[in-house]
Every structure is written in structure tokens, then in C-alpha cells.
């Protein structure tokens, strides 16, 4: 928001009949506070209008009135419109429902353009073209069509639809103004997205030194040469630019193109200072400037570097992540941090495509638990691994570890199982295998399992790695033979040992085998060869009688236990090969495009307002921002407006102050404000004939001092509940020792629970205490609870509402309406039966007729409606709505002319039960922003009434006719023509001082309007 000060001059003309005691109908219209609105937002004072809006709206709700006539609609279009040059909360999300929701098509077209330019301006550009894509043209003036098309194109070439910009750029650059310079800048833009860099060079060398892109258009030349290969100009430029003291817009994206250049050129240690200055100056940082950085850091080394940067790599991006996860496994593998390791392996594997990745990458998992000491879990990988890969050429590798899982566990039949299927065993294999199946050939001897336990000693021998353990082979091989009866076999195996096996370190197998060979011998009654072997099997030199003396059966020799196998440290090796990543440049995406959005967006908020018309009119007020004074939210208004007219003290002067703040607690927001305002006229209404000039007691003010707050989540909550709080607290009086206390609670609350149905309720306590010195006080209150259900049967909308509320009686008020679209576009009818309590506090009536007496009885009204309506659309241009209908009206109060007297006040009767015809009408032509013209007729006839003669100073119809004109940018002239119904008044004879009714006239009431704004 800018904080500059702007003045209007503002030049006013009434054309008045006046009536006995009334005011020039301009100030008693029902639309003045949205007239006024309009008026501010016409010279871009939307602060102003907001808070005439808002209190209008507020005012709105709790009188009984079609919220769908177009006046009330225009008046919601316009506050949310302020809402939305003012930022507040929700008030987007609030305007695009009012745009979806709104029958009215001009209130739908200037709402989406609207949504349109503040997507645009929030570089929201995918939302900017689908509200300008909305918007009809034939509403929109020649300058708003300019830009709209402007900022159409732009925001498809944002988003990449460039087959979509030229005719928008086109139209744009063609024309003189604001946007014939942005119009070249940006179809070299579209040239430069189209690659045609021939074109795009030339148009931006054009447009160089225009102020708005000196800054800019180094930056795209630059990046131009780099993409048309001439990438060492880029880079000796770029480094040119970044070394100037003449900084350039888009600088840091040179930081990043640099990098990209050094990147390629494989010089690591460069781009890696490049990608941190960028990430460092960076707004926001992509996946891919982490990755980079990470990259260009893991490539020199820098493993604990890349792997900070590599980490931040997000999921949300598949590719990258993907590749990060490969490398910080690899970082991870170095520098021993084996359980993120596989963390990052497990996640990688769980993104690659790529089969002989996810090949390495099982190898690699599964040789991680076998090091971490997860046997079992590492044995299921490994089996997993050779079922899914059986053809791999690392199947060896992972036959080895499975060998020694199976060795740890002591599965020696499956360790040899393994073994005996690859093709070729390593040293240490090898010796695995000998181990193994002399383990599993004392395990099946002990058993007494011989003929296996000699197929086992045979395999040990197979691989001789321990000379030690062929002979032992050799030495139960004997004893399983000899079991066997193959003697001359264990003959053999004893020959093998005796004659290999170190005989001196193993004396006892020795003596055994020479024993064996004896009891052989023995058998085979060979005597000489059984008087060599015994001597040498026990030491006994005595061979006398040997067959005698000797066992005919040997002893059989039996294992002490089956031996440990003890296995070589393990070293695994990861074969995971190093990542070579060729990366492609992508710039950031640029947006804006330019250093400052093309069109000026102001809130005029800071300024002085002054006015001057016929019947001695003037008007002056300011407002002014304190914002950037106190950092603080503070803004302050004032107005000042009088009116003379041509009767004696017919005077008439409003003064308005207020401040207005706003702060926000505990996630909502709550916007406060002060405010004061008075009303100062003449009881002017009597005969100036018979009574004299200076006649006393015709003064008359009314002041009101109110505190308000609006409270407001500041974001959608989780279960998407709609709700918000009204409060006001505030003293009106008079000059007369009259006045009211007031409080006000509104806090409504909806929730829509399907696509079609919506349930909400509404508390609303509207608290008074009127009082007048010397007289009763009275309380005028009422508590309200406003449930209610919207449901949509396909086309047919209906809500349902009954309202249990408690005042001077207990009501409970209907609210029902049926809702159908005989056209969607043209044509929408409504069925009503609708309720309302009105409490006739003393502001209420003084407001109405302000030449009441001070004190009345307070008597609530209760107003029930039936009716019909249709609204909709007549071709673009033109808007209408019209209902007609049944009030039955409790308690309706008239106003009576002080015939006692003098006859410049009034007294408040109350009619028991008044039944009127309603008959509104609404027309509204908007040819676009510049040019409307409209006219509404309400009628409002009384056909009934149970205890009144007449109906006094009732107004039984008025009809009023607007129309505006911007004939320049800050030059507005609008008129309006106001006519009401003349009504009954009771007068006295002067004469006679007898009491007669009389019919008054009609009024009308013409104010012409125009209005300049100089900044």
C-alpha cells in the first residue's frame, strides 16, 4: 500500500422538494451508505468504502430483506472487492464463492476480473488465467480490455502456454501507452521461450535501457548465449556482471548459471562456490540446487559436505531423489555409517527402475546384515538374492556369505551344498571346504555313519589347505575302512598316513595306525608283517605268541567331538559404482518477469477530500494511514458534511471520526475499531408564519460512540467450519438527556457437510437499555438462535430455517426458500416465506424520523413476508430482479405530528397488524466500469390495517434512477434521482386548532455528482 496523500474535489448538486419535516431525501435513502461506497471505490478510497460497506452489511442482516436483489448483491460484490485491495483474510476465497454463487452476470464478469488482476499481481498465474479467461470483454472499457489481455498473455507465458501468447502480446505492443514498451519486452520474452534467440536478442536489445528492464535484460542476453552454445561468452559475461558495483536484478540466477557452466567444464571446486552464493541468496531453494551442490562437493571428496546437501534433497521430486539416495549410500558406506547406509539403499531400491541397480543394490543390502551381524535376516537376502538373480555374476559372492552363515550355524550339509555349486572356490573357500567336511565326517563317524564319514574324508582331502587335516582324513578313512571290512583299502590310508603325516607331532594316530595294520596282519594269519607292526603299535618287543596273545577284534577308535570351524575376518566390498551425472540446466523460473508489476495498483487510503454544491453544501474529510508511523495496524478517518436548505432551520450537518485497528490472537484476526459520530438538524417542520424567527427548541443532535470487533480465523480450519464474530458495545443520545445503551453479539457459523448440503446457525444478542431523565428506563432485547439447512435436488436449491427466538415475545421465525434456475444465465425464481424481529431501539427510529419526541414506549415489531421473485440476466448488459409478495407486520410503528403543539415533532403510534402488497423492482444496465444506469421501484401499498385510521407519514412506494459517467481517468460525474409517495400526516387548523388528515405531495430529490481526483 502506498503511503501517499491524494485529494478530491468534489462539486454536488440537489434539486429538493421538500417535505413538511423531512430531510432532502438524499440523506434518508437506504442505499446512501452504498452510494457513498461506490463513490470512494470510483477514486480508489477502498479503506473508505470497506467501512461504509461493512456497516451497512452488518446493518443488512438483521432487517427483514431479499438478500438476493441486486443492490444487496452489488453491495457484497463491492466489499469484497474492498476486502480484496485490502488484503483480508479470506476475502479471495470469499469472492470467488460470491463470483460461483452470484445470479447477477456484470457482478460475475467484474468479480472474476477482479480475481483475475490480484492472481496476477500475486503471481498466481495459473488462477489469473482462469478468472480472465472467464471474463467477458463486452463489460470491460478499452483499457481494462488492454490489460486483461496484457496480463492474459503474460501469465501464459509464465506457465509455459506460449502457443496461447502472441495475440495477446501483439495487441498489446501495437497500441501506444503504458504497454507499448512492456509489449516488446515480453514478445522477446515469447521469443526467448520459443528458443527463436535471434528475435528475442533483437527485441530485447531494444528495449535495454528503459528503466523498468536495464536491470533485467543482462540477465536474458547472458543466459541466450549460453543457450546457444556460446557458453564461454555467458560465463566471461556473467562473471563480469557479478564482479560490477552495478548489481543486476536477477544477479543470484547468474550465480547459478556460472555454476551450471563450471559444472559441465567438470572444475568442482568452482561450481560448488557458485551453487553457495545462489543457495545462499535464494528465496526459495529447489531439490536440484541441494542435489548440485551436493554433487559437485561428493565428486571432490567433500563426503560429510555432500552429505548435508544431498539430505535435503526432498521425495517429492522422484529423479532426484532417487540419485540422492544412491550417493548418500555410497557417502554413507565411507564413512562407515552403515546403518544409514542401508536406510538410503532401501529407499533408492524402492524408486529405481533400473534391474542390474537394483541387482548391486540387493548384493549390497544383504552383505550390510551379514556385517551388522543379522544372520538370519542377512541369510533371507541372500537367498532372495540368488532366487531373483540366479544368473548373476555375483551369484559367487553370495553362495561365499551363505557358506559361512551356514558354517556359523553349524549347518555344515548345506555349507557344502552351497560350496559344491560354484564353479570355483577362493582360497579361503577352500579352506572353508576342508574344514567343513572334516567337521561333518567327525560329526556322521561319531554317528557311526562310516560310509558317509568316509565320502567326507575323502572331500577333505580334495582341497589340501591344512596338511594336518589331510592326514587325519587319512587316519579315519583307516577306521572307517577297517569298520567296513575293506581292509586292504584302510591297509592303504594307513600307508597314506604313516608315510605323510608328521608322525613325531602325532604320536598317538601313529601308534593307532600301526595297531590297525597289526590286527590286519592278524587276520591274515600274515606272522612276519604282524611281528614288524606290533613292536612299533605298543612298544612290546616280545612277538612271541602273537596270535595268541592278540585281540582277535580291534577297538574301535571314536572322535573326541566334532571340532569347531573357525572362520577368516570377512571383508565385504561394495560394488556399487560411482555416479557420473550429466546435468541440464534449468533456470529458475522467473516470476515476475520484469522488476515491478506494469500496472499501478493503488489504495488511495491516505487522503484529503473536499466538496462543495448548491443549498450551501459542503463536505470536507480525510484519512490517513499510520502504519508506517507506528508499525503498527492504525488508520483514522473524518468526515464532515452540511446542507442548507431554503426553509428557516433547515439545517443539517454530520460529523463522522473513527480509528481503526487490527491485531491477531491465536490465529485469528480481529479488526477494532472507535468510532463517533453525530447529527446535528432543526425541528424546522412548524408554521414559520405563526410562530417567530428565533423560535426556541429547535435544536436537535444525535451522537453515537460505539466500539466495534470483527473476529476471524485466520486460515480454513481442518474440519472446514465457516465462522466468524460480531460484537459491538455503544452509547447513542440526544441533546435532550435521551439515550441507549446498546450490546451486540453476532457469531454465525456454516459448515457445508456434503457437495450438497450445508448446515449452519447464527446466536445473535441484541442487548438495549433506553432511557430518558425523569422517565422509566426500559429494555428493548432479544437472544436469537438461527438454525438452518440449504440442500441442492440437482438443479433445485431449498433452505430451511426456524429460529427459536425470545424478545418482548417468544417467536419462532421461518426462513424458508426454494430456489430454481429456469436459466442458468437469464433467469432464476424464488419461493419465500420469511420472518424477522425488529427491535425499534431509539437509534433505529431517530434514524428513520430524527424529529421524534424524546421518549416513547418501546414496542418490537415482528414483519412476515411471502413472496415470489425472479432475477437474472437480460443479454450481457443488463441485470434484473423483481419479487412480489404478502407483510403481515406486528406492531408497525407510524409517526404523528405533534398536533397539540406546534407541530415540529413527532409522536411513534404502533399499528396492532398492518398487511401490505410488496412489489420490488430492479433494472441495472453496465455497459462496463465507466458507464452504468439503473432504476429500482418499491412498492410497498398497505392494504390492511387493524387498529390505525391511516397510516401516518408511511411511504408507500419510491422509485430511484442512478447512472454514472467516467469521462477521464479521475474525472466521475454519477446522478441519482430519488422519488417517494407522498403518505397521511395529521395537521391542525390554524383557526380553529381542529385536527384533519392530510395527503402530502410526493418528493423528489435530484443530486448530481462530480467528482475530480488530483494526486
Known amino acids: 500500500m502506498r503511503n501517499k496523500l491524494s485529494f478530491v474535489l468534489v462539486l454536488v448538486c440537489f434539486q429538493s422538494g421538500m417535505l413538511f419535516a423531512q430531510r432532502s431525501l438524499r440523506f434518508t435513502a437506504d442505499t446512501r451508505n452504498t452510494k457513498e461506497a461506490a463513490n470512494l471505490m470510483d477514486m480508489s478510497y477502498y479503506q473508505q468504502a470497506y467501512l461504509k460497506l461493512n456497516s451497512y452489511l452488518n446493518n443488512f442482516r438483521h432487517d427483514n430483506k431479499d438478500k438476493q436483489v441486486f443492490d444487496y448483491q452489488s453491495a457484497c460484490h463491492n466489499y469484497l472487492l474492498c476486502a480484496l485491495k485490502l488484503d483480508k483474510p479470506d476475502a479471495e476465497a470469499n469472492l470467488i464463492r460470491f463470483v460461483e454463487e452470484t445470479p447477477f452476470t456484470t457482478l460475475r464478469q467484474t468479480g472474476s476480473f477482479e480475481l483475475g488482476k490480484y492472481s496476477y499481481e500475486h503471481n498466481r498465474f495459473d488462477a489469473a488465467i482462469r478468472y480472465y479467461e472467464a471474463v467477458g470483454i463486452e463489460l470491460l472499457t478499452n483499457q481494462e480490455l488492454i490489460q486483461r489481455n496484457f496480463e492474459l498473455g503474460y501469465s501464459y507465458l509464465v506457465t509455459g502456454q506460449l502457443d496461447k501468447v502472441e495475440p495477446y502480446f501483439q495487441s498489446a505492443k501495437s497500441i501506444p501507452g503504458e504497454y507499448f514498451k512492456p509489449g516488446n519486452y515480453y514478445h522477446g520474452l515469447l521469443a526467448y521461450y520459443k528458443k527463436n534467440y535471434k528475435e528475442a536478442r533483437e527485441s530485447f536489445i531494444a528495449v535495454k535501457e528503459d528503466e523498468r528492464y536495464k536491470k533485467i535484460i543482462p540477465f536474458y542476453l547472458t543466459e541466450i548465449d549460453y543457450m546457444s552454445g556460446e557458453k564461454e561468452k555467458a560465463l566471461t559475461a556473467a562473471l563480469q556482471y557479478l564482479r560490477s558495483d552495478d548489481k543486476l536484478y536477477y544477479e543470484n540466477e547468474l550465480n547459478q548459471m ?379 478517518d473524518f468526515n464532515y458534511s452540511t446542507s442548507r436548505g431554503k426553509i428557516s432551520y433547515q439545517d443539517v450537518n454530520q460529523l463522522h471520526a473513527g480509528v481503526y485497528s487490527k491485531i491477531e490472537i491465536s490465529e485469528h484476526t480481529v479488526d477494532a475499531s472507535l468510532e463517533v459520530d453525530r447529527n446535528r438538524l432543526y425541528y424546522y417542520g412548524y408554521d414559520h408564519n405563526l410562530y417567530p424567527k428565533d423560535y426556541p427548541d429547535t435544536k436537535q443532535s444525535f451522537q453515537n460512540i460505539g466500539v466495534y470487533a470483527n473476529i476471524k480465523p485466520l486460515h480454513e480450519n481442518t474440519a472446514g467450519i465457516d465462522y466468524k464474530t460480531d460484537f459491538y458495545m455503544g452509547l447513542y443520545t440526544d441533546r435532550n438527556t435521551a439515550g441507549e445503551y446498546s450490546v451486540r453479539v453476532d457469531a454465525p457459523i456454516s459448515k457445508q457437510l456434503k457437495a450438497d448440503v450445508k448446515v449452519q446457525s447464527d446466536v445473535l444478542i441484541d442487548a438495549n437499555i433506553y432511557f430518558v431523565k425523569s422517565r422509566d428506563v426500559q429494555g428493548n432485547s432479544l437472544i436469537s438462535w438461527r438454525p438452518a439447512v440449504t440442500k441442492q435436488i440437482e438443479k433445485l436449491r431449498i433452505k430451511a430455517g426456524l429460529y427459536p427466538t425470545f424478545g418482548q415475545k417468544v417467536y419462532l421465525l421461518p426462513d424458508v426458500s426454494i430456489l430454481y434456475p429456469l436459466s442458468e444465465k437469464y433467469a432464476h425464481l424464488e419461493l419465500a416465506w420469511q420472518k424477522h424481529v425488529r427491535l425499534n431501539t ?112 408511511y411511504v408507500p412506494s419510491k422509485a430511484s434512477f442512478y447512472g454514472k459517467v467516467r469521462l477521464m481517468k479521475y474525472l466521475v460525474l454519477k446522478a441519482d434521482l430519488i422519488m417517494m409517495a407522498g403518505s397521511k400526516a395529521v395537521l391542525k387548523e390554524a383557526s380553529t386548532g381542529k385536527p384533519y388528515v392530510k395527503s402530502i405531495g410526493s418528493g423528489i430529490d435530484l443530486n448530481v455528482f462530480g467528482s475530480i481526483y488530483l494526486s
Not at 562407515?336 to 548384493?363: G, H, I
Not at 606290533?534 to 592278540?550: E, H, I, K, Q, V
Not at 403510534?909 to 452504468?932: G, K
Open 258 to 636: 556460472v555454476a551450471q557452466i563450471y559444472c559441465e567444464k567438470e572444475d568442482y571446486a568452482n561450481a560448488e562456490l557458485y551453487y553457495t552464493h545462489f543457495i545462499s541468496k535464494a528465496k526459495s531453494v529447489r531439490d536440484e540446487d541441494y542435489f548440485k551442490l551436493g554433487y559437485c562437493q561428493y565428486a571432490q571428496g567433500k563426503t560429510s559436505d555432500a552429505i548435508t546437501h544431498l539430505d535435503m534433497v526432498s521425495k517429492n521430486s522422484v529423479e532426484l531423489s532417487q540419485h540422492s539416495k544412491y550417493l548418500l549410500a555410497i557417502c554413507y558406506l565411507k564413512t562407515n555409517q552403515k546403518e544409514k547406509a542401508v536406510r538410503s539403499l532401501e529407499k533408492y531400491r524402492a524408486l529405481t527402475t533400473d534391474a542390474e541397480q537394483k541387482e548391486l543394490v540387493d548384493m549390497a543390502l544383504a552383505k550390510l546384515s551379514y556385517e551388522d551381524g543379522d544372520n538370519e535376516q542377512a541369510k533371507i537376502k541372500l537367498q532372495g538374492f540368488l532366487s531373483d538373480y540366479p544368473e548373476s555374476v555375483i551369484a559367487g559372492d553370495a553362495n561365499e556369505l551363505l557358506t559361512y552363515l551356514y558354517t556359523k550355524a553349524q549347518d555344515y550339509t548345506e555349507a557344502l551344498s552351497t560350496m559344491k555349486k560354484m564353479n570355483k572356490l577362493n582360497f579361503n573357500l577352500q579352506k572353508v571346504y576342508q574344514k567343513v567336511s572334516y567337521a561333518r565326517a567327525i560329526s556322521l563317524l561319531k554317528a557311526s555313519d562310516t560310509e558317509g564319514a568316509a565320502m567326507d574324508f575323502l572331500e577333505t582331502k580334495k582341497f589340501p589347505a591344512d596338511r594336518n587335516l589331510v592326514s587325519l582324513s587319512d587316519f579315519w578313512l583307516a577306521e572307517c575302512h577297517y569298520r567296513q571290512g575293506k581292509y586292504e583299502e584302510a591297509l592303504s590310508d594307513c600307508d597314506f598316513f604313516l608315510n605323510i603325516a608328521d608322525t613325531v607331532s602325532m604320536p598317538e594316530y601313529t601308534k593307532r595306525m600301526h595297531l590297525t595294520k597289526a590286527h590286519i596282519y592278524l587276520r591274515d594269519k600274515d606272522s612276519a608283517r604282524l611281528i614288524q607292526e606290533y613292536p612299533l603299535a605298543t612298544g612290546d618287543t616280545n612277538t612271541t605268541d602273537l596270535f595268541m596273545r592278540m585281540d582277535s577284534v580291534k577297538a574301535n577308535y571314536i572322535p573326541e567331538k566334532v571340532p569347531d570351524v573357525t572362520l577368516d575376518p570377512y571383508v565385504a566390498i561394495y560394488e556399487l559404482p560411482e555416479e557420473k551425472i550429466d546435468f541440464v540446466y534449468k533456470p529458475i523460473p522467473l516470476k515476475p518477469l520484469a522488476l515491478n508489476t506494469e500496472i499501478r495498483r493503488e489504495d488511495q487510503t491516505n487522503f484529503v477530500k473536499a466538496g462543495f454544491g448548491n443549498l450551501s453544501s459542503m463536505e470536507v474529510g480525510a484519512g490517513y494511514n499510520f502504519d508506517p508511523l507506528l508499525k503498527f495496524p492504525l488508520y483514522a
Open 842 to 953: 431509539f437509534r433505529q427510529l431517530t434514524e428513520a424520523n430524527p424529529f421524534l419526541f424524546t421518549y416513547n414506549q418501546v414496542q418490537q415489531s415482528a414483519n412476515t413476508e411471502i413472496f415470489a421473485g425472479i432475477r437474472g440476466n437480460a443479454l450481457s448488459h443488463i441485470s434484473y430482479a423483481f419479487r412480489s409478495g404478502i407483510s403481515m407486520i406486528d406492531h408497525l410503528p407510524l409517526f404523528v405530528n405533534d398536533t397539540a403543539f406546534d407541530n415540529k415533532q413527532f409522536n411513534v403510534l404502533y399499528e396492532a397488524q398492518a398487511t401490505a402488497f410488496i412489489f420490488d423492482a430492479t433494472v441495472d444496465y453496465t455497459l462496463n466500469s465507466d458507464i452504468q444506469a439503473g432504476g429500482s421501484l418499491n412498492l410497498r401499498p398497505v392494504l390492511h390495517l387493524a387498529t390505525q385510521q391511516e397510516a401516518w407519514h
